[in-house]
């Protein structure tokens, strides 16, 4: 038998082969966009505006995949379609290099802009269930049941002075946790008994990265403490 390993990072392992993975065709990208989106590629006219800022955001995304599923679902989630409002966000930080050692900025780029288009009046609790992914380990797929009896902690910690009670805190993490599913921030099912919800791990790798300049330390060092987590993908203690 034999195990096959791959990596994005080339410093990882040692006489290891290289092997070239080439960006989507422009045309496999805008399909895959547009099917994040939901958006039928018939009803965008050729030569109009919308079909311009999603030709336009392909290759703003470098046409990598989990670039345009996340931007995708940002489009489908918004209501606006591929208007000029989530191109201007998309273009923020255009500055930066295209990829980094790991070949990841563009998708962290990706993930900031994703992040900046969620809005109503549950932005801030989405944001604390995106940033509470950080306790988990790798290739760990959290059961919906857990996120429901961290409902009260994760609506608390968002709005210390606003009371909610218990199925309220439930409706409404669970309504986040859609959000992200929306998004293409986190994967997986909200139905209980399913495989559970993860992050994929170019997410996870920049919520772990990012996530001390946006929660409160001793809140998440506190959550560590009723957590168990075993090292297998669906096996999360309570």
Same mark, same amino acid.
């Given at each position: ?45 050729? /030569? ?31 209501? !606006? /379609?591929?208007? !000029? ?37 549950? +932005? ?12 988990? !380990? ?16 994760? $609506?608390?910690?968002?709005?210390? !002075? ?25 994967? /997986? ?17 920049? $919520? ?20 168990? $987590?075993?090292? +297998? ?6």
């Amino acid at each position: 038998s034999r195990l096959l390993v791959t990596t994005r990072m080339r410093s990882l392992l040692r006489n290891c082969a290289e092997v070239d993975v080439d960006v989507l065709s422009r045309s496999d990208a805008m399909s895959l966009l547009l099917s994040s989106a939901d958006v039928d590629e018939a009803s965008l006219e050729e /030569g109009s505006e919308e079909r311009s800022s999603a030709l336009e955001i392909v290759e703003l995304c470098g046409r990598l995949p989990l670039a345009l599923a996340i931007v995708g679902g940002v489009v489908r989630d918004s209501g !606006q /379609g591929f208007s !000029q409002d989530i191109l201007s966000v998309m273009k923020e930080g255009r500055g930066a290099d295209l990829e980094d050692e790991d070949g990841t900025a563009l998708e962290k780029r990706v993930i900031e802009s994703s992040l900046r288009m969620v809005s109503g009046r549950s +932005r801030d609790l989405v944001l604390r269930v995106f940033w509470f992914f950080e306790i988990f !380990q790798e290739d760990v797929a959290v059961p919906i049941g857990f996120f429901m009896k961290m409902a009260g902690f994760l $609506v608390a910690s968002t709005s210390p !002075q606003k009371a909610m009670s218990e199925p309220k805190a439930n409706l409404a993490v669970g309504s986040a946790l859609g959000t992200l599913l929306k998004c293409n921030l986190i994967q /997986g099912s909200l139905t209980p008994g399913d495989s559970g919800l993860y992050m994929h791990d170019i997410v996870r790798d920049y $919520v772990r990265n990012s996530s001390s300049r946006h929660r409160d330390s001793q809140a998440g060092r506190a959550t560590w403490s009723i957590v168990r $987590v075993s090292g +297998r993908r669906g096996a999360l203690g309570s």
